[in-house]
Each structure stands twice: as structure tokens, then as C-alpha cells.
């Protein structure tokens, strides 16, 4: 691990008036969640059609037995905690050192270590909302009546089908979430992109609209991205090891 780097990258922080962390897959493979394009990823067992939001449309009950399957296959097998990673992100933001985390996740992991300013850019599992009169609802106890039979699963404030809140092919990002990830970049002193690609947009622009805006742009990542030559520091390393490592630089 260089040593130097990331006590530079500490100082920055320790220094800046505005500090953002942008998440990608690669903080909740860590915790054992499959990604969707790598080796061993959702698209070697899915079809990203069944993704579609017009594949919703056109067969909610169809969509809700994927979906049960999915949990099944992933998340209840995995049964996912936290992993050192999320835990040091929510230490800095406990400390004062980190004003939000923007995360390309859907998995709740964040919020579960103890970071309280999260915005999902692209929704979450925790919770399903109505297509009709827009009425959320916690998402286990709607899987439940939907294992138990009822597909799809429909509001009872209307009737109306409900939908999981994570964000399909074919939607758009959250306008409230996009905004706020937005605001954000353009104030942070340093950006921190980890376990990102930083290829899928529009979630992707963030860490470019952070630097356009003279902010430090550090990104840790397994595999180079498409920003990494012109990052302020980039590095190669496991999020699980490096982002404990800063904490410990920062808070020391």
C-alpha cells in the first residue's frame, strides 16, 4: 500500500470543507453481492431484458417471480453484512469528515454501518412504491405476499401494481437523487470514486463534474477506469483495505 499517497489524500481530507464518496459495485461485491458484468456476474445467469421496465409492464406477475428467484439466489443465500469498507465510510462521515455518500448500490449496506447522508442514484431493495398513487411500502413483508401467491403483489391503499424501488432499464435516474448527487460533486473539495468502473452514466459524469469544478479526484479500484491517467491519485487496491487504511490516516 503506498504509505505516501494516501497520507496526502489524508491531509486533503482533513483539510477540505466538502468531502463526497461516490460507491460502485465493487464496495458490495465485498460483501459477497454478485455484480452483473463481471466473471461471476448477474448477466451470466439473467437476461438483462428481464430488467426492462417494459418487461415489468408487460408481465408484472412474470417480473415478481424474477424477482422472488432473484432474492433467493442472491441475497438470501448470501445474506449480506457490511463489510470494513462501508464501515470506514460511515466512520468519516460520523467524524466529520465525509458530507455524503453517493451510491450507484442498491443494497442498503451503507445506511446498515451507519452512513446517515446516503443517496441512491439508482434506488434501493429496501422498498417497493405504488405505479398508481405512489404509496412505498417496506419491501419484505410485499415478497412475502408475493411468495405466498399474490402476483403481482398490488397496493392496498388502490390496487394499483407496486414496483420495486430500484431502477430498471429503460427509467430514469431519481430527478431528487440526481440533483442532490449533483449539487454535491460541484462542491467537493476532494471526490472519492471507489469500486466504481465509472462507466455507467449518467452516475458516472459525477467525479468529472467534481474535477471540472477544482476538486481532488481519488479513485480506488481493482481494474483502471476511464478516468483514472488524469485522477489525482488512482489507486489499484481492494476498498476493503485502503478506505480502513485513509480512515485511520484521516481520523488519526
Known sequence: MDDERLDAVAREIRDAETVVAFSGAGV???????????????????????????????????????????????????????????????????????????????????????????????????????????????????????????????????????KPDTVLFGEQLPEHALLRSHALAQRADVFLAVGSSLTVEPAASLPEEAQSRGGTLVIANHDPTPLSDGAAFDFRADVTEILPALRDRVLD
Open 28 to 162: 458490495s461485491t465485498a460483501s459477497g453481492i454478485p455484480d452483473f458484468r463481471g466473471p461471476d456476474g448477474l448477466w451470466n445467469r439473467y437476461d438483462p431484458e428481464d430488467f426492462h421496465v417494459r418487461r415489468f409492464r408487460a408481465d408484472p406477475a412474470g417480473f415478481w417471480e424474477q424477482q422472488l428467484e432473484l432474492y433467493e439466489d442472491v441475497f438470501r443465500a448470501v445474506d449480506p453484512d457490511p463489510n470494513p469498507a462501508h464501515v470506514a465510510l460511515a466512520d468519516l462521515e460520523s467524524a466529520g469528515h465525509l458530507d455524503g455518500v453517493l451510491t450507484q448500490n442498491v443494497d442498503g449496506l451503507h445506511q446498515a454501518a451507519g452512513s446517515e447522508e446516503v443517496i441512491e442514484l439508482h434506488g434501493t431493495t429496501e422498498r417497493v412504491t405504488c405505479r398508481d398513487c405512489r404509496q412505498r411500502y417496506e419491501t419484505d413483508p410485499v415478497r412475502d405476499r408475493a411468495a405466498d401467491g399474490e402476483l403481482p403483489p398490488r397496493c392496498a391503499e388502490c390496487g394499483g401494481l407496486l
